[in-house]
T-cell receptor, first 111, second 112 residues
Framework: DVKVTQSSRYLVKRTGEKVFLECVQD?????MFWYRQDPGLGLRLIYF???????EKGDIPEGYSVSREKKERFSLILESASTNQTSMYLC??????????FGQGTRLTVV | QKEVEQNSGPLSVPEGAIASLNCTYS??????FFWYRQYSGKSPELIMS????GDKEDGRFTAQLNKASQYVSLLIRDSQPSDSATYLC????????????FGTGTRLTIIP
């Protein structure tokens, strides 16, 4: 079974902090994605990566950056956390055009 | 125009009836199409994938794809209370890389 693991289930951070969300997959998938999910807005793509060190902006990249130094790991970075970044963050991985598998999600609260 | 649009719902269906969920997409070059189910507080889980025009059946679920109309649907037969969830349509866009875009989801409630 594919396993996608996010480093934290719940996280509380202060405004202005630099926040790292980590995601690891164990299936050698090329593609990895970071989404945020807010009520009524569905899953919105922040960034995705199709190879090591390669990244593409999604629909809402502002205030975020990403890092993919190894194929299995994709990190989302909030450079200076703000209260409007309070959300559920979901990581996913996929091989090519095939289905994506999700991690358990990280519920981030910025206070 | 949004890349992936779903009927917003919420949708209520009596137990045992057929639930019909619809999705349209804007990129004609899209190659793969997925339906995910998400229970409250949980991550999305894949229930159907479809890659070519026509119908694909898996148990009580049938996915239908019409690329000419840029339309994907999901039918759930003999709906059960356990089918109550939010259903997300996802499309793998053909923008050179495999960008996976989701609709906003349709909340389905099965009424016993």
């Amino acid at each position: 079974d594919v396993k996608v693991t996010q480093s934290s289930r719940y996280l509380v951070k202060r405004t202005g902090e630099k926040v790292f969300l980590e995601c690891v997959q164990d299936m050698d998938h090329e593609n990895m994605f970071w989404y945020r999910q807010d009520p009524g807005l569905g899953l919105r793509l922040i960034y995705f990566s199709y190879d090591v060190k390669m990244k593409e902006k999604g629909d809402i990249p502002e205030g975020y950056s990403v890092s993919r130094e190894k194929k299995e790991r994709f990190s989302l970075i909030l450079e200076s956390a703000s209260t409007n970044q309070t959300s559920m963050y979901l990581c996913a991985s996929a091989m090519g055009y095939a289905e994506a598998f999700f991690g358990q999600g990280t519920r981030l609260t910025v206070v | 125009q949004k890349e992936v649009e779903q009927n917003s719902g919420p949708l209520s269906v009596p137990e045992g009836a057929i639930a019909s969920l619809n999705c349209t997409y804007s990129d004609r070059g899209s190659q793969s199409f997925f339906w995910y189910r998400q229970y409250s507080g949980k991550s999305p889980e894949l229930i159907m994938s479809i890659y070519s025009n026509g119908d694909k059946e898996d148990g009580r679920f049938t996915a239908q794809l019409n690329k000419a109309s840029q339309y994907v649907s999901l039918l759930i037969r003999d709906s059960q209370p356990s089918d109550s969830a939010t259903y997300l349509c996802a499309v793998n866009s053909n923008f050179g890389n495999e960008k996976l875009t989701f609709g906003t989801g349709t909340r389905l409630t099965i009424i016993p």
